[in-house]
C-alpha cells in the first residue's frame, strides 16, 4: 500500500511533533497519548484491517492529516500550516524565477541582437554569451552530481572542500564564544540541543531539501532560455538582421563547417538541411574581413545563421534544463518514498497510538504499581504492537546498570515496558561500571551480525542523576556498534521508593536528560519515560 508524502507533509509532521514533545505538563501530556490512541482506533486501525502489519507511512500520514483537519477547524480561517506556507512560498517562488529567468534572457538576447545595420552580428559573441557559458555550467552540475553518486565520499576529502570547512569551522567558533560568552548554562545547553536537533534532520532526510533548490534554479534556467529563444525570434521576424563570423585567429571556413556540423548532430536529422546548419558556401560567403567591409557579402548567407543559433540555444540551453528540472522532482520523488519514519521521534508517536491506554486510580502518588492498571483498548495486545513495517513485534536488549539490576525483576521491567511503549523483552544484559568505560565491551554484550532476535536496545537509566561524560561517550559507542538506524532508546525511571525503582521522573530531570541526548543530533536516539502516564 503507497503512501504519498510530500516535503509540506514532512513540515507539518515536523511541527505537530515539535509542538507535543515540547508540551511537558502532565495533564496536557496525558491528554495528547489519549488523542493519539483515538486518531488510531478510529482513524487508522479502520483502514488496516485487510493487512497483517501496520505501515508507519500510512499510520502517520493518517496522523497527520487528521491532526491537519482538527487544526484547520479549531483555528482562524486564515490560519496556515507551516507545510501550505512552504508550497506556497515554493510556487511563488517558481513563478518569481521563472519570470526571472524570462526577463534576464530577454535583456541579454537584445543585447546581444544589438544591429545597426553597418556590421553584422558577430555568431562567435552569441553563442559564447548564450550558449557555451551554459553548457560549461551544465557539465560542471552533471560532473557533480556524478561524482557525488559514484564517490560521495570523495567530494568531502577534496582539498576545496577542506579548505571551506575549516573556514567555516572558524567563522562558526569565534561567533558562537561571541553568542554563548553572554547566555546562561541552561540556554547553551539550549542552543546546543537546537545544532544537535538540525543535525538530526540531516541524518534523517538526508539530501532532500537540497532538491527544491535546484528545482527552483532549472526553473530559472528555462525561463531564461525561453526568454533568449522568444526575443531572437521577435528580432528575426520584426527587423532585418545579418549574422556573419570572424576571428583573429586564421581558421579556415572548413573548421569552421566541421564545429558547426558537430554542434547540429542533435536537432540535424530532425529538420530540413538547409535549416539545420549554414552550408560550407555560406559559412565562407558570411565570413568577416574588417579590412573589406561587407558590401561584398550576399543576404542569403548572412541570414543563414538565425536556425542555427536558436537551435544551439534549445538544445544546449533549454532542454538540458528541461531534463535536470525532471531529475530534480523524480529524485525528490525517490527520497520522498526511501523515508521509512522509524527516527525516535515517530517511534514515540507509533508507540502512542498502537499501545493500550492504562488508567490509573490516583496520579498524585509517585511510585506506580505495576499491577494498579486496567487496559481498555479492544484490541489484541499481539495485533497492537505489529506495527514496524515488516509486522515483526517490537523486541528489546535491556541494559541495566550493575546497581539497578538486582532490584530490577524481570516481570516488573516488562510489565512497565508494556504500559509505556508495548514489546517483549528477549533479555536483560547487567551493564558493569567497566563495561561503561570498555567499548569492547560491547562485542561481547551485543554481538555484532544480523538483528534476528531483537529490534531495539534499551538502557536504563535512573533520571535523578543527571547524564555524564561517560554516559554520552557509552551511547556513542553503542551506536556506532550497532549502526546509524538501529532504534536506541533510554528509558528513564524516577528516584527509587522502597517499594519499587519505577517512579516518576520529574520534569526538571526530564529536561536534563532531554537537552543533553539532543546534542548529539542522533535522530534514532530515544529518550522514554518507563513509568506509563509520567511526565
Not at 531534463?323 to 523515508?339: M, S, T, V
Request: include cysteine; hydrophobic fraction near 45%.
Amino acid at each position: 500500500m503507497k503512501t504519498p508524502w510530500q516535503i509540506k507533509d514532512l513540515i507539518d509532521l515536523e511541527y505537530f511533533l515539535h509542538i507535543d514533545s515540547e508540551d511537558t505538563h502532565p495533564g496536557r501530556r496525558s491528554n495528547i497519548e489519549a488523542r493519539d490512541r483515538d486518531i488510531f482506533l478510529k482513524v487508522v486501525h479502520p483502514r488496516l484491517r485487510q493487512t497483517s502489519a501496520f505501515p508507519r507511512r500510512l499510520v502517520i500520514k493518517s496522523w497527520l492529516d487528521r491532526r491537519r483537519e482538527v487544526k484547520m477547524k479549531t483555528t482562524a480561517a486564515e490560519a496556515v500550516l507551516p507545510g501550505e506556507a512552504y508550497a506556497e512560498t515554493f510556487r511563488l517562488l517558481g513563478y518569481g524565477l521563472f519570470i526571472l529567468g524570462g526577463l534576464s534572457g530577454i535583456g541579454l538576447a537584445i543585447a546581444l541582437l544589438s544591429y545597426t545595420g553597418t556590421t553584422p552580428l558577430n555568431i562567435s559573441v552569441f553563442l559564447g554569451a548564450a550558449v557555451f557559458v551554459q553548457i560549461l555550467l551544465v557539465l560542471l552540475l552533471g560532473g557533480l552530481l556524478l561524482v557525488r553518486m559514484i564517490r560521495p565520499h570523495l567530494f568531502y576529502s577534496s582539498v576545496v572542500y577542506s579548505v571551506l570547512s575549516r573556514l567555516i569551522i572558524a567563522l562558526y567558533k569565534k561567533f558562537k564564544l561571541r553568542i554563548t560568552s553572554s547566555l546562561s548554562g541552561a540556554r547553551r545547553d539550549s542552543l546546543a540541543a537546537l545544532l544537535g536537533l538540525v543535525r538530526g534532520k540531516k541524518q534523517v532526510y538526508g539530501s532532500l531539501f537540497y532538491w527544491p533548490v535546484f528545482i527552483l534554479a532549472q526553473l530559472f534556467g528555462i525561463g531564461f532560455n525561453l526568454g533568449i529563444l522568444g526575443a531572437t525570434l521577435l528580432r528575426v521576424l520584426g527587423t532585418d538582421m545579418a549574422f556573419g563570423w570572424q576571428s583573429t585567429v586564421q581558421v579556415s571556413a572548413t573548421a569552421v563547417h566541421l564545429i558547426v556540423k558537430w554542434m547540429a548532430a542533435p536537432w540535424a536529422g530532425f529538420v530540413p538541411p538547409e535549416l539545420a546548419y549554414p552550408t560550407l558556401s555560406q559559412i565562407e560567403g558570411s565570413r568577416l574581413v574588417l579590412k573589406d567591409g561587407i558590401y561584398h557579402l550576399i543576404t542569403p548567407d548572412l541570414v543563414a545563421w538565425w536556425p542555427f543559433l536558436c537551435f544551439a540555444v534549445l538544445a544546449y540551453g533549454l532542454l538540458p534544463r528541461l531534463l535536470l528540472f525532471i531529475l530534480g522532482w523524480q529524485i525528490q520523488r525517490h527520497l520522498l518514498a526511501k523515508i521509512n519514519f522509524t527516527q525516535g521521534i515517530c517511534d514515540q508517536l507509533v508507540d502512542r497510538m498502537t499501545t493500550p491506554q492504562v488508567k490509573f486510580g490516583d496520579r498524585s502518588k509517585a511510585p506506580v504499581s505495576s499491577g494498579s492498571n486496567k487496559k481498555t483498548a479492544p484490541i489484541s495486545q499481539k495485533t497492537l504492537t505489529r506495527h514496524e513495517n515488516t509486522g515483526v513485534e517490537k523486541q528489546l536488549i535491556i541494559l541495566v546498570p550493575d546497581d539497578l539490576f538486582d532490584a530490577c525483576e524481570d516481570k516488573d521491567l516488562q510489565n512497565v515496558i508494556t504500559q509505556a511503549m508495548g514489546g517483549r523483552i528477549t533479555k536483560t544484559i547487567r551493564l558493569e561500571d567497566a563495561d561503561m568505560d570498555d567499548v569492547a565491551a560491547l562485542n561481547r554484550l551485543i554481538p555484532a551480525g544480523p538483528k534476528n532476535s531483537w529490534t531495539h536496545v534499551l538502557i536504563l537509566q535512573e533520571a535523578w542523576q543527571p547524564p555524564i561524560v561517560e554516559n554520552i561517550v557509552f551511547i556513542k559507542a553503542l551506536r556506532h556498534h550497532l549502526g546509524d538506524q538501529t532504534p536506541i532508546l533510554v528509558g528513564l525511571i524516577g528516584k527509587p521508593a522502597p517499594s519499587t525503582i519505577f517512579t516518576r521522573v520529574t520534569p526538571t530531570n526530564w529536561q536534563t536528560w532531554k537537552e543533553r541526548l539532543m546534542t548529539l543530533g542522533d535522530p534514532y536516539l530515544r529518550l522514554e519515560k518507563l513509568v506509563h502516564g509520567n511526565v
